[in-house]
Nanobody, 119 residues
Framework: QVQLVESGGGLVQAGESLRLSCATE????????VAWYRQPPGKQRELVAK???????TYSDSVKGRFIISEDNVKNAIFLQMSSLEPEDTAVYYC?????????????WGKGTLVIVSS
């Protein structure tokens, strides 16, 4: 069983940077997807970035060139480096880890950390 705990959220001004961390209790071994999602106020949760099979990285068009997702297998941590933040980035950010398979799957979610970007 895996538990995810986000940290690093807060209030920042537009143009500033912020690094979100997701500490994991339990090994991520065997899980093929790690990701960050976010949910803006009044909107649905959306994918921000993900790493599949340890190397294939995908980003939402809205954050390409500004955000970088990474993971540290030794520390069992997932990170999201956010640069050039915009007010539109304001949301609750969630870390995610999962095994996606047609016949077997499991997923884990963090409880979220709030990021507010002021203009």
């Amino acid at each position: 069983q895996v538990q995810l705990v986000e940290s690093g959220g807060g209030l920042v001004q537009a143009g500033e940077s912020l690094r979100l961390s997701c500490a994991t209790e339990g090994s991520l071994y065997g899980l093929n997807v790690v990701a960050w999602y976010r949910q803006p106020p009044g909107k649905q949760r959306e994918l921000v970035a993900k790493i599949t099979d340890g190397s294939m990285t995908t980003y939402s068009d809205s954050v390409k060139g500004r955000f970088i997702i990474s993971e540290d297998n030794v520390k069992n941590a997932i990170f999201l480096q956010m640069s050039s933040l915009e007010p539109e980035d304001t949301a609750v950010y969630y870390c995610y880890a999962a095994l996606t398979d047609p016949y077997y799957g499991v997923e884990y979610w963090g409880k979220g950390t709030l990021v507010i970007v002021s203009s």
